[in-house]
């Protein structure tokens, strides 16, 4: 068991504030998962029931206190094929099945009232992200169709090129967005979605930054300064996600924070990384869950009360904790969510 030195009164501070916070993670790679065909005659375990291998399900959420979970819908699939729309629509089928089965327990969400009454509640809730624009097929029509389906965050890429951006893997170019991309940009912010840059190359985000007149976030990306990863944001893109309001999910998958040795304190030195260059308002949590994330400390959704603890250690104030665990990336909902 990873161990934090608290002291008894700082462990009870930490439990008061991580169970009044509500806490939202913005990545998770969860819902692959559910729609894989049965292996050996056994069907994929569903998101309230238990599983020792997989890091976000009901249980492991409400005993980790994770109010709010997006979960990504990730195809896969490199061209704008028709699997890849289908295999997206068979994830928010599973998704909203399990809503339904587990409602007194989990809830289906789109807007952030619907977040702060489930915690109340004391249920947990969900909301639906696409993580690579595949399933969009290159039509603004299916965008706006997903948006009524209930997604409210898009990234244009995972790591390939698709018709509204270039991914990490098509960088060599160091190309803007396509006409179609700052159409979407435009679309989006009509709509209500918010545009998440994870996976985008650095030359699309600056592009980003410069088109956007509203808040987007990294919803699981470090600091490119304390790990050289390409998925993670150097401190000029980090001032510039700022300006505009944006948030960075501290995704807690091992090569993104540290080459050697990744654990919850190397994880904390990145929250602390941003906010000694932009402040507290614009790091949150976006942690890869089953898509890779957990490092030591924080091996699954179970688990995030280490996230507090660490900061309480270190001395950050409640109100700097809570909007961290949760309330930066709400403040971002709520200005884009219509």
Known sequence: MYKIDLSKAQE???????????????HCDTLGGLIQPAQRGVAPKRLGEVSEKRQVEIPKMLEGGLDCQVFAMYTGTQEAQMDALFKAVKMADAFYQDAETYSDKFVAITKVDE?????????????????????????????????RLGVRMISFTWNWRTPFAD??????????LTDLGVQA????????????????????????ADL????????????RALCDNARNLTDDMIKALAADGGVLGMNFLTGFVAKEGANLEKMIDHVDHIVKLVGPDHVGLGA???????CPGLEDSSKLLNFTKELIRR????????????????????????
């Not at 890869?288 to 957990?294: A, E, F, I, Q, V």
Request: proline letters at 2%; hydrophobic letters at 40%.
């Open 212 to 223: 956007k007149k509203t808040p987007f976030i990294a919803s699981h990306s470090n600091c």
């Open 315 to 338: 001395g950050y104030e409640e109100e700097d904790i809570k909007k961290i665990l949760g309330g930066n990336h709400l403040r971002v909902f709520k200005q884009v969510w219509k």
């Open 115 to 147: 977040i702060l009454q489930a915690h109340k509640a004391g249920k947990v809730s969900g909301v639906l992200s696409i993580e690579g624009a595949e399933p969009l097929m290159g039509n603004l029509g299916v965008m706006r169709i997903m948006y």
């Open 185 to 208: 940009v435009q679309e989006m912010d009509k709509l209500g979605i918010v545009l998440d840059v994870s996976h985008i190359t650095d030359s699309c985000f600056n592009d980003i």
């Open 288 to 294: 890869d869950y089953d898509g890779g994330g957990g």
């Open 12 to 26: 009870e501070e930490a439990v008061r504030i991580h169970r009044e916070a509500v806490v939202v993670d913005t």
């Open 167 to 176: 991914g990490l893997a098509a960088r060599r170019t160091g190309g803007k």
